[in-house]
């Protein structure tokens, strides 16, 4: 086989599993093994949002844990973004004023 053959399969192979990835199977595999795909990651909290909680919360993740198990357990369908949003603005509501 040619690089040529090879590289086509290659691409070939790449485009189906995109593809496939858009099913509903393809979107449950992706789930099983944490894939990122366009919709997973529109609902994952940003980097600097978990940095940030883990960051008011005295770096305890069993602490932002606990919160953004709080937050879910008043709308499950809550998206991780949104709860840790709203974990963050519990935990900052808690601090004491350094004022």
């Known amino acids: ?10 691409l070939a192979a790449a485009a189906a599993g995109a593809i496939y990835l858009t099913t509903p199977g393809g979107k449950r595999l992706a789930e099983r093994f944490d894939l990122p795909t366009p ?3 529109k609902d994952r909290a940003p980097s600097e949002d978990q940095e940030y ?4 919360c005295d770096n305890d993740p069993r602490r932002v844990a606990r919160l953004i198990d709080e937050a879910r357990q008043h709308n499950p369908g809550m998206t991780e973004a949104e709860a840790y949003r709203k974990a963050i603005r ?3 509501r808690a601090r004491p004023n350094s004022n």
Do not use: V, Y
Not at 1 to 10: G, I, V, Y
Not at 53 to 56: F, G, K, S, T, V
């Open 90 to 92: 519990k935990a900052m």
């Open 1 to 10: 086989m040619t690089f040529e053959n090879w590289a086509f399969a290659l």
């Open 39 to 41: 919709a997973r990651r």
């Open 53 to 56: 909680l883990l960051r008011i």
